[in-house]
């Protein structure tokens, strides 16, 4: 198909667009509690970054890379975002829901790592996202180095009967540290170990204490994205490279260019800095395979079939301050085959019925790049299907490029 370097070549821009710099105002903040002003290469981290790149000024060619050893922290203005160097001792042995009956070995990471700044003043909270994707909370003050705050669950197999283990240590350790407000003390004991619910308690035991010249009480801002949603639609170049001892097998089909249209919605997933959304789509589309017999050219073979298909993705942004967002995504769709349009084969005077009984439901694999200007996204998509043939011996796979815009309201 000669849409096939076309899409190589998206491919192949939106790579070098993705391995672009981020640079964004920012502060250093240096061992010796000196503020360097510059520019920071910020890539809205999930998982808690081991270095920053930084630079004077944009114009400069060196950039400078700094470590949790190498600084005392770093602010950038938009978003407003702060990450503070501490050593700590964390637990990252790695934990998994699905897999919470396998044994991992025990790792503790006992070096300066940056932590995500939640919540400021008596008592400061740190968040901390590691290899795994785990979530840490970490508190410190003044006269309290920093500390993890205690949670895990893993499978202890014992020769009584394995089973899952929650070690809940950071309740107790929270009811010791506000244990002089016997109320907010109560309910650390009962806390869930979630972003919302330790900031809360961290603000209200802050504002308790009261708020003075060496306490005030500031929380993280969230800049949470919305749930975005809209129109789409395009052309799917399709091809059919269909097999098997069956009629179906018997013939060239020639490639076919089919409109594709629906509706979307976009919806981010954890923080709006994780950059990741779940991605459905409503669409109509269409198959339409022409052929000739391979041993009969003057037997005329016509596919056609009509689709509602639900697409469901998970979609990465790259995060950049401009109005150009490049993305990519990828997921399965769901097709259920809701018009017949056509499905004979023979000599135009005697046609037949090709297919009897087509497959009502097909499985889509699907993977694309794109990028959203303002209100637009433009996207290049390649997907496979497992088409609708209802015989074993018979593969039916529907091929297809798409190229596809949208507009969100």
């Known amino acids: ?115 995500m700044r939640m919540v400021t003043g008596r008592y400061n ?102 749930v975005a949603y809209g129109i789409m639609g395009g052309l799917a170049f399709n091809s059919y490279p269909f097999s098997g001892p069956a009629f179906l097998g018997q013939a060239d089909y020639e490639n076919s260019k089919e409109p594709i249209g629906g509706i979307w919605v976009d919806i981010p997933i954890g923080r709006s800095g994780r950059n990741f959304s779940f991605v459905a789509e409503l669409l109509y589309k269409k198959v339409d395979a022409k052929g000739k017999g391979i041993a009969s050219p003057a037997s005329k073979y016509h596919l056609a079939f009509g689709y509602l298909q639900l697409n469901m993705m998970v979609r990465y942004t790259y995060p950049t301050k401009g109005l150009v967002k490049p993305y990519i995504n990828a997921g399965m769709g769901n097709g259920l085959l809701i018009k017949t349009i056509a499905n004979s084969m023979g000599s135009e005077t005697n046609p037949r019925e090709l297919v009897d009984g087509p497959r009502k439901y097909e499985q889509t694999a699907m993977a694309g790049i794109g990028v959203k200007v303002r209100k637009i996204n433009v996207e290049t998509r390649y997907t496979t299907g497992n088409g609708f043939s209802p015989y074993s011996g018979s593969k039916t796979p529907v091929r297809s490029l798409q190229v596809l815009a949208g507009y969100s309201f």
């Open 125 to 226: 909270l740190y968040e901390y996202i590691d290899v795994h994707s785990r979530e840490h909370y970490i508190y410190d003050a003044q006269d309290v180095p920093a500390t993890e705050l205690v949670y895990t669950e893993r499978y202890i197999d014992r020769p009584s009967g394995g089973g899952i283990f929650k070690d809940e240590k950071y309740k107790y350790q929270l009811a010791d540290l506000f244990a002089d407000n016997k109320a907010l003390a109560a309910k650390a004991a009962k806390v869930a170990y979630r972003e919302a619910n330790l900031t809360k308690l961290f603000l209200d035991y802050n504002n308790y204490k009261g708020q003075g010249a060496q306490n005030t009480v500031t929380v993280q801002k969230k800049n949470r994205q919305p």
């Open 1 to 115: 198909m000669r849409v096939v370097p076309l899409f190589l070549c998206c491919m192949l821009m939106a790579c070098t667009v993705i391995a672009q710099r981020n640079y964004v105002p920012g502060v250093i903040i240096t061992l010796q509690n000196d503020s360097l002003k510059g520019f920071i290469d910020f890539r809205n981290w999930y998982q808690a970054p081991t270095e920053i790149v930084f630079k004077e000024s944009l114009s400069d060619k060196t950039e400078q890379h700094f470590k949790p050893a190498d600084i005392k922290g770093f602010k950038v203005a938009e978003p407003e975002v702060e990450y503070v160097s501490r050593k700590v001792s964390i637990d990252i042995t790695k934990q998994s829901l699905t897999k919470l009956t396998e044994v991992f070995p025990t790792i503790v990471q006992d070096t300066p790592v940056f932590l």
